[in-house]
C-alpha cells in the first residue's frame, strides 16, 4: 500500500480500534466496522508517519530562545504533540530515506529581479554605446615598473600600435607576480604556460590584422572562484584546493573571446569571506602590517601593486568594495543580473556579483563592457546596454548624500573634500535621507542562503579544515543559520522589497549618490537592492592601527603606528540600475580632479 498521509490517518485509526472490535476471519477488518479511504478525501497536514528524536516541551522552551518568541504553555504542548508528524517529515530531502542531491548549479527557483514594477532602467534609451578616452599619444617607458603600472586603456593603445608585444607584457607581469607575491601572499595559482600562449596567439591575430579590441592582449587575474578548464579553481579554502573544473566561467570565456590574457588565479579569503586563505593571509601592498581586506583580497592586492593590467572581484556584501578601499584600487560593482555568473562559485544566488577591479576608472567600464551579458546558467542573468562617454560632461548631475553619515564615522575629511569636489564641478548636492530601519535583519538571506549554497560540506564537518575558525567566520556561522527561522528568511525576503522600493523613491531624486564607502548600512542595502556601485581613491589618510575585516580579539591585538602611517581612502558612487555609463563618467571626472590615482605603494 502507498505510504500516504491519509492511509496512515485511517492505519492508525484501526490500530487503535483492534481492541475494541473483533476481526473478521481474515483478521483485517474489525466486525462491524468500514473504516476505508474515503475516495475523494483530501490529505491533510500532520498525519505522516512520525520521525526524528523524540521532543519535549522542554525542547521548544530551549528553541525559543533561538528564534526570540514565546509560546503559551499549551501552545507547546500542541507544537510537541505532532512536532514528528507535522514538521520533522519536511527535512526527508536532508534525513532521507529518500535523500536528494542538489547540483552546486543549481539554483533557488525563487530569482531576485531588482527592477520593480515600473521602473526603467537608468540609462535607458540611449543604446549600446562606447567612447573611449582620446589616445594621448604617450611614448612607451623604459622602465617595465612603468609599464606594468599604466592603466589598460593606455596598454591597449600600446599593443595596437605594436609598440609592446602581448607576451612582452605578459612577460613583464609574470615576473612581477613571482617577485612580489612572497610578500602579499595574493597568488594562488600562476598561470606561466597558459599566459605565455594566449599572448603569442594573441600577437601573432594582431600582427595579421585581426585586433580584437582594448583588452587584446592584456594580462589579467581571476580572483579563484572562477572556473578556468584545466587549472586549479579553489575557492581559497582547504576542502577545494585540488579541483580542477572541465569548463570555464561565463566571464573567463567572455574575456578569453576579448583575446585577453590569464596570467594568475587570485587569492580570496576562504569561500570567499575576508582575507584568509590556506595559503595565508594575503597583505595590503600600502601596509603590510594588515590585511588587504576581502573577499577579493588577491585582485585588490595585486591590482594595487601592479601586478596585473586588472582582475576580476566578486561581491555579495562588500567583496569589491572593501579591498578597493584598503588597497587604493577602482572597483565596480555592476547591477545584479548584467554579469553572468556561470561557473563562479555561488555564496548566495540573490547576491553575488562580478566585477572588475582596475588602478583606474575607464578601465572598469572597459571591462565591463566585454563581460556584460545574460547566459543560460545563470538564471537571474538578463540582457542590458552600456551606454559610456569619457568626456561626457558631468555639470548640472544631482549626487545625493546623506548629511548625519558625512559628518559620522567612518565618513573623513577625505569623503567631505569629495563633496566639495562635486560641486565645484558644477554637479549639484542634493540631501537625502532613508527610514532608520534594521537594514541588517536583510543579511537573514546572506546567512541562509551561504548556508544552503555549502551545506554538504559543513554537514560533512569538512568545514573544520579552514584555516579561519574564529567566532565570525563561515564555519560558526554556516552552523548557526540551520537554525535561523524560515519565517523570519521569508519576512526579510518581503524587508527587501521594502527597502527597493525606499531606494527607487531616493533615486527619484538624485542622478547618483556620493557615500562613506564602508558605512553598513548602505553597503547592506545596496548588495540586496541590487544597485551598481563605483569605489574609487579619493585621498590618503593616516591611521594609527592596522584595520582588520575580522570582529576584535582581545587575545590577537592589531598593530599599532607611531607616527601614524599614510594609506589610500576611496569613496563610494551609487548608480541607478543599469546606470553604470552615469556612474563612471563621473568617476572619470571625479578621478581627474582628485589627482591622486597614479601613486604608488612605496616598495612596488
Same mark, same amino acid.
Given at each position: 500500500?502507498? =505510504?500516504?498521509?491519509?492511509?496512515?490517518?485511517?492505519?492508525?485509526?484501526?490500530?487503535?480500534?483492534?481492541?475494541?472490535?473483533?476481526?473478521?476471519?481474515?483478521?483485517?477488518?474489525?466486525?462491524?466496522?468500514?473504516?476505508?479511504?474515503?475516495?475523494?478525501?483530501?490529505?491533510?497536514?500532520?498525519?505522516?508517519?512520525?520521525?526524528?528524536?523524540?521532543? #519535549?516541551?522542554?525542547?521548544?522552551?530551549?528553541?525559543?530562545? +533561538?528564534?526570540?518568541?514565546?509560546?503559551?504553555?499549551?501552545?507547546?504542548?500542541?507544537?510537541?504533540?505532532?512536532?514528528?508528524?507535522?514538521?520533522?517529515?519536511?527535512?526527508?530531502?536532508? #534525513?532521507?530515506?529518500? =535523500?536528494?542531491?542538489?547540483?552546486?548549479?543549481?539554483?533557488?527557483?525563487?530569482?531576485?529581479?531588482?527592477?520593480?514594477?515600473?521602473?526603467?532602467?537608468?540609462?535607458?534609451?540611449?543604446?549600446?554605446?562606447?567612447?573611449?578616452?582620446?589616445?594621448?599619444?604617450?611614448?612607451?617607458?623604459?622602465?617595465?615598473?612603468?609599464?606594468?603600472?599604466?592603466?589598460?586603456?593606455?596598454?591597449?593603445?600600446?599593443?595596437?600600435?605594436?609598440?609592446?608585444?602581448?607576451?612582452?607584457?605578459?612577460?613583464?607581469?609574470?615576473?612581477?607576480?613571482?617577485?612580489?607575491?612572497?610578500?602579499?601572499?595574493?597568488?594562488?595559482?600562476?598561470?606561466?604556460?597558459?599566459? +605565455?600562449?594566449?599572448?603569442?596567439?594573441?600577437?601573432?591575430?594582431?600582427?595579421?590584422?585581426?585586433?580584437?579590441?582594448?583588452?587584446?592582449?592584456?594580462?589579467?587575474?581571476?580572483?579563484?572562484?572562477?572556473?578556468?578548464?584545466?587549472?586549479?579553481? #579553489?575557492?581559497?579554502?582547504?576542502?577545494?584546493?585540488?579541483?580542477?573544473? &572541465?569548463?570555464?566561467?561565463?566571464?573567463?570565456?567572455?574575456?578569453?573571446?576579448?583575446?585577453? %590574457?590569464?596570467?594568475?588565479?587570485?587569492?580570496?579569503?576562504?569561500?570567499?569571506?575576508?582575507?584568509?586563505?590556506?595559503?595565508?593571509?594575503?597583505?595590503?601592498?600600502?601596509?603590510?602590517?594588515?590585511?588587504?581586506?576581502?573577499?577579493?583580497?588577491?585582485?585588490?592586492?595585486?591590482?594595487?601593486?601592479?601586478?596585473?593590467?586588472?582582475?576580476?572581484?566578486?561581491?555579495?556584501?562588500?567583496?569589491?568594495?572593501?579591498?578597493?578601499?584598503?588597497?587604493? %584600487?577602482?572597483?565596480?560593482?555592476?547591477?545584479?543580473?548584467?554579469?553572468?555568473?556561470?561557473?563562479?562559485?555561488?555564496?548566495?544566488?540573490?547576491?553575488? =556579483?562580478?566585477?572588475?577591479?582596475?588602478?583606474?576608472?575607464?578601465?572598469?567600464?572597459?571591462?565591463?563592457?566585454?563581460?556584460?551579458?545574460?547566459?543560460?546558467?545563470?538564471?537571474?542573468?538578463?540582457?542590458?546596454?552600456?551606454?559610456?562617454?569619457?568626456?561626457?560632461?558631468?555639470?548640472?548631475?544631482?549626487?545625493?548624500?546623506?548629511?548625519?553619515?558625512?559628518?559620522?564615522?567612518?565618513?573623513?575629511?577625505?569623503?567631505?573634500?569629495?563633496?566639495?569636489?562635486? &560641486?565645484?564641478?558644477?554637479?549639484?548636492? %542634493?540631501?537625502?535621507?532613508?527610514?532608520?530601519?534594521?537594514?541588517?535583519?536583510?543579511?537573514?538571506?546572506?546567512?541562509?542562503?551561504?548556508?544552503?549554497?555549502?551545506?554538504?560540506?559543513?554537514?560533512?564537518?569538512?568545514?573544520?579544515?579552514?584555516?579561519?575558525?574564529?567566532?565570525?567566520?563561515?564555519?560558526?556561522?554556516?552552523?548557526?543559520?540551520?537554525?535561523?527561522?524560515?519565517?523570519?528568511?521569508?519576512?526579510?525576503?518581503?524587508?527587501?522589497?521594502?527597502?527597493?522600493?525606499?531606494?527607487?523613491?531616493?533615486?527619484?531624486?538624485?542622478?547618483?549618490?556620493?557615500?562613506?564607502?564602508?558605512?553598513?548600512?548602505?553597503?547592506?542595502?545596496?548588495?540586496?537592492?541590487?544597485?551598481?556601485?563605483?569605489?574609487?581613491?579619493?585621498?590618503?589618510?593616516?591611521?594609527?592601527?592596522?584595520?582588520?575585516?575580522?570582529?576584535?580579539?582581545?587575545?590577537?591585538?592589531?598593530?599599532?603606528?607611531?607616527?601614524?602611517?599614510?594609506?589610500?581612502? $576611496?569613496?563610494?558612487?551609487?548608480?541607478?540600475?543599469?546606470?553604470?555609463?552615469?556612474?563612471?563618467?563621473?568617476?572619470?571626472?571625479?578621478?581627474?580632479?582628485?589627482?591622486?590615482?597614479?601613486?604608488?605603494?612605496? $616598495?612596488?
Amino acid at each position: 500500500m502507498t =505510504k500516504t498521509r491519509r492511509n496512515f490517518l485511517s492505519t492508525c485509526a484501526l490500530g487503535a480500534l483492534g481492541a475494541a472490535f473483533p476481526l473478521d476471519v481474515d483478521g483485517q477488518t474489525p466486525v462491524g466496522s468500514a473504516i476505508q479511504q474515503t475516495p475523494g478525501a483530501p490529505p491533510a497536514f500532520g498525519t505522516s508517519e512520525p520521525v526524528g528524536p523524540e521532543v #519535549t516541551a522542554a525542547t521548544f522552551v530551549q528553541a525559543e530562545k +533561538l528564534v526570540q518568541i514565546e509560546m503559551s504553555t499549551g501552545d507547546i504542548a500542541q507544537a510537541t504533540g505532532n512536532w514528528r508528524e507535522a514538521m520533522a517529515p519536511l527535512y526527508e530531502r536532508r #534525513t532521507g530515506p529518500r =535523500k536528494i542531491a542538489l547540483e552546486a548549479g543549481l539554483a533557488p527557483a525563487t530569482v531576485w529581479n531588482p527592477m520593480l514594477p515600473g521602473m526603467v532602467p537608468g540609462g535607458s534609451g540611449r543604446g549600446e554605446s562606447y567612447i573611449r578616452s582620446a589616445d594621448a599619444r604617450m611614448p612607451l617607458p623604459v622602465d617595465d615598473a612603468d609599464i606594468a603600472y599604466a592603466s589598460v586603456a593606455q596598454l591597449s593603445r600600446w599593443i595596437q600600435a605594436r609598440q609592446i608585444t602581448s607576451e612582452r607584457l605578459t612577460q613583464i607581469y609574470l615576473d612581477r607576480l613571482q617577485r612580489f607575491d612572497p610578500q602579499l601572499k595574493c597568488v594562488i595559482t600562476l598561470t606561466r604556460d597558459h599566459a +605565455l600562449q594566449q599572448a603569442r596567439q594573441a600577437d601573432a591575430e594582431i600582427a595579421a590584422g585581426r585586433y580584437r579590441g582594448p583588452l587584446h592582449g592584456i594580462p589579467w587575474g581571476a580572483k579563484d572562484l572562477l572556473d578556468t578548464a584545466g587549472i586549479p579553481t #579553489t575557492y581559497g579554502a582547504e576542502p577545494y584546493r585540488d579541483r580542477i573544473p &572541465k569548463k570555464n566561467s561565463a566571464v573567463v570565456e567572455r574575456l578569453n573571446a576579448a583575446g585577453a %590574457v590569464l596570467v594568475a588565479k587570485l587569492s580570496l579569503g576562504a569561500l570567499a569571506l575576508n582575507d584568509i586563505w590556506f595559503g595565508g593571509q594575503t597583505m595590503n601592498p600600502w601596509l603590510l602590517e594588515e590585511g588587504a581586506s576581502g573577499s577579493s583580497a588577491g585582485p585588490g592586492a595585486s591590482t594595487a601593486a601592479g601586478l596585473v593590467g586588472f582582475a576580476i572581484g566578486s561581491e555579495t556584501g562588500g567583496s569589491i568594495v572593501s579591498p578597493s578601499m584598503r588597497c587604493g %584600487v577602482t572597483g565596480l560593482r555592476p547591477t545584479y543580473g548584467r554579469v553572468a555568473r556561470t561557473g563562479a562559485m555561488t555564496l548566495c544566488w540573490s547576491l553575488d =556579483k562580478l566585477g572588475p577591479m582596475a588602478r583606474y576608472v575607464e578601465d572598469t567600464i572597459l571591462v565591463l563592457s566585454a563581460i556584460s551579458g545574460p547566459d543560460p546558467g545563470d538564471v537571474a542573468s538578463v540582457p542590458s546596454t552600456l551606454s559610456f562617454d569619457a568626456n561626457a560632461k558631468v555639470a548640472g548631475l544631482r549626487v545625493g548624500y546623506f548629511p548625519t553619515w558625512m559628518k559620522e564615522e567612518p565618513a573623513t575629511d577625505v569623503d567631505r573634500a569629495a563633496l566639495d569636489i562635486v &560641486k565645484r564641478l558644477g554637479m549639484e548636492p %542634493v540631501e537625502v535621507s532613508i527610514p532608520d530601519w534594521p537594514y541588517d535583519s536583510l543579511n537573514l538571506i546572506l546567512f541562509a542562503e551561504g548556508a544552503a549554497a555549502f551545506e554538504e560540506l559543513t554537514l560533512a564537518h569538512k568545514e573544520a579544515e579552514l584555516k579561519a575558525q574564529v567566532p565570525d567566520a563561515w564555519p560558526n556561522t554556516f552552523r548557526q543559520s540551520r537554525f535561523l527561522s524560515a519565517v523570519d528568511f521569508v519576512q526579510a525576503d518581503r524587508m527587501r522589497r521594502k527597502v527597493a522600493a525606499e531606494m527607487e523613491r531616493v533615486f527619484s531624486q538624485v542622478d547618483l549618490l556620493l557615500v562613506p564607502s564602508l558605512r553598513d548600512e548602505i553597503l547592506v542595502i545596496t548588495n540586496n537592492t541590487g544597485h551598481p556601485s563605483l569605489t574609487l581613491r579619493a585621498g590618503f589618510v593616516e591611521i594609527s592601527e592596522a584595520r582588520s575585516d575580522w570582529a576584535p580579539d582581545p587575545q590577537h591585538p592589531l598593530p599599532k603606528f607611531s607616527p601614524p602611517r599614510r594609506v589610500p581612502h $576611496g569613496v563610494t558612487l551609487i548608480g541607478k540600475l543599469f546606470n553604470e555609463g552615469t556612474l563612471c563618467q563621473v568617476g572619470v571626472v571625479l578621478e581627474r580632479a582628485f589627482a591622486v590615482a597614479s601613486e604608488r605603494p612605496p $616598495g612596488f
